[in-house]
């Protein structure tokens, strides 16, 4: 009966965890970076813009996307 009582009292955290863990989109993230680069690529076009889409790529495969 005690490991029945475990599994009840190790239920609820189980419950919050997939809610704690939702998956990070790309397109939430890092927007900071992502706001500056648009803005610059509306304005310069796309080849004066390198190192600010460098900046948001480092951004990104810092949190994990395979970039």
Avoid at 24 to 44: F, G, M, Q, S, Y
Wanted: positive net charge; hydrophobic residues 35%.
């Amino acid at each position: 009966m005690s490991s029945l009582s475990a599994a009840s009292v190790e239920s609820p955290p189980a419950a919050q965890s997939p809610e704690q863990k939702k998956p990070l989109r790309p397109c939430c993230a890092c927007p900071e970076t992502k706001k500056v680069r648009d803005a610059c690529i509306i304005e310069k076009g796309e080849e004066n813009c390198t190192a600010l889409i460098e900046a948001h790529k480092d951004c990104m495969r810092a949190l994990g996307f395979k970039i």
